[in-house]
């Protein structure tokens, strides 16, 4: 009976510092995306909103795609 009250307390030790390591391990990652907010335009063609990283930028103003630069710009 004793030794049932060590394996408890051994392994509520190491759930404790699985749980902690994992805690801190996640909070130390940095994130995906960038913080700062994307400057969103829209599409000429079909007034999609993306952000202007990803536009094409054509004669008459950004297209979300290649496809619908074309259709606006024959
Ligand atoms: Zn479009």
Do not use: F, N
């Not at 699985?18 to 969103?40: E, F, I, L, W, Y």
């Not at 999609?48 to 074309?70: I, K, N, T």
């Amino acid at each position: 009976m004793k030794y049932l009250l060590v394996i408890v307390v051994v392994l509520m030790g190491v759930w404790l510092w699985r749980s902690r390591r994992d805690a801190t391990s996640s909070g130390s990652r940095p994130p995906a995306r960038p913080a700062q907010p994307q400057q969103m335009v829209q599409c000429h063609h079909c007034s999609v909103h993306l952000p202007l990283a990803e536009a094409r930028h054509g004669r008459l103003g950004l297209y979300c795609s290649e496809d619908h630069q074309r259709r606006s710009e024959p």
